[in-house]
């Protein structure tokens, strides 16, 4: 039942271009992601990886299929729950390959600026990005700017703010790709964390096999095709 997932998707189809130009990216996608459960989604480039996460985090329309967060239906093929800048807001965090960081603000402003958005007080919004970044070990460079930060730690701020409005499910895209082995498994360790102890749904997209150990469970992405691949997996 949809209702006891924190994702599930049904017969997801992306389509891009018509007739000769015709692209099938996605070819009837099937996900559930429990409550607390880290996925990683593999695949090669251009396999509908990224296509599928854009559309679960309700920034690309599927062609035709559903997405349920939370048991709410939020996306009947291209046609969306209402308000959706807002539900997106509120329910789903995103984490880039890169961190994406305003550069100009601290790495506490960078989280304080998403709660802020969703209409928090200052003062609460503040609290609460410094309890973030306490909690994802950087703390101590809350007052930092952006270019003060290593590619690690700005992805750990990267995280707290897709933590900031406590969403039900977490996105991530290559988000160790621009790391080296040492910090992209600490990165991917603290998704783990993120899911159990937060108790969200977490999909990260990943190219890199050697930290597969870390997730509860894994899919496969070709040529658009979704396949689920193991539970509690082990690094070969």
């Known amino acids: 039942m949809a209702e006891t997932w924190a994702i599930t998707t049904q017969k997801l189809t992306k389509i891009y271009g018509s007739g000769n130009i015709e692209v099938v990216a996605l070819r009837g996608a099937d996900i559930q992601v429990g409550h607390g459960e880290l996925v990683a989604l593999l695949g090669p480039s251009g396999s509908g990886k990224s ?15 559903r997405i349920f967060i939370d048991g709410h239906l939020v996306m009947d093929g291209p046609h969306a729950v209402a308000d959706l800048r807002r539900f997106r807001r509120q329910h789903i965090g995103y984490v880039f390959a890169k961190s994406n960081l305003i550069p100009f603000l ?22 609460r990005a410094l309890e973030l970044l306490d909690y ?5 460079r809350a007052h930092n700017m952006p270019f003060q930060l290593s590619g690690g730690q700005q992805q750990r701020v990267a995280i707290a703010r897709a933590l900031a409005n406590q969403p039900s499910i977490v996105l991530a895209d290559e988000p160790t790709a621009a790391l080296d082995k040492q910090r992209g ?52």
């Open 51 to 65: 296509t599928f996460l854009t559309a679960v985090g309700l920034i690309n329309p599927p062609t035709s299929g």
């Open 136 to 140: 994802l070990g950087v703390a101590n």
């Open 185 to 236: 498994r600490q990165v991917m360790e603290l998704f783990r964390i993120v899911a159990h102890e937060q108790n969200g749904g977490v999909i990260v997209v990943t190219h890199d096999q050697r930290a597969l150990d870390v997730f509860d469970t894994v899919y496969k992405m070709e040529d658009g095709v979704l396949t689920r691949q193991a539970s509690q997996p082990m690094v070969v």
């Open 106 to 127: 601290s790495a506490v402003e960078n989280v304080q600026i998403a709660l802020e958005l969703d209409g928090k007080q200052s003062w609460v919004a503040r609290r």
